[in-house]
């Protein structure tokens, strides 16, 4: 099995183990090291995590799975965020009939202002 390496996001731990690498501070700055790193693509997870990236830029791609279930109630997908993130549709596919994968890119500034 292939051994992925882990970044760690933590300012209260002190070490990690094994194939890990401890990112305290500087987020947008190790993100972008790891980004021109050769190899594949990068996930991450965890809502405060992912408002982070979303908040400095660093997320190239969304992929959003809808499972078809009605609650009555709900939270926001990323609560706390400042601004709006405008999405461009990349794919979209459904598995089993039910579970649709979406994959977005978010549209950068500079994006929208060439497009006008």
Known sequence: MEQY?????STTIKNVEGNCILIRDSVQTEIEKLKKQSGKD????????????ISLGLI?????YIHPI???????????????TNLVLLESKVFDQ????LRYAPI???????ER
């Open 42 to 53: 990068m996930s991450l997870g965890g809502a405060t995590l992912a408002k982070t990236f």
């Open 98 to 101: 039910a579970v649709m994968m």
């Open 70 to 84: 009605l609650l009555g109630d709900g939270r926001r997908l990323f609560p706390g965020l400042q601004a709006n």
């Open 60 to 64: 190239d791609e969304y992929h959003l």
């Open 5 to 9: 390496r882990k970044s760690c996001f």
């Open 108 to 114: 950068r500034k500079k994006q929208v202002k060439e």
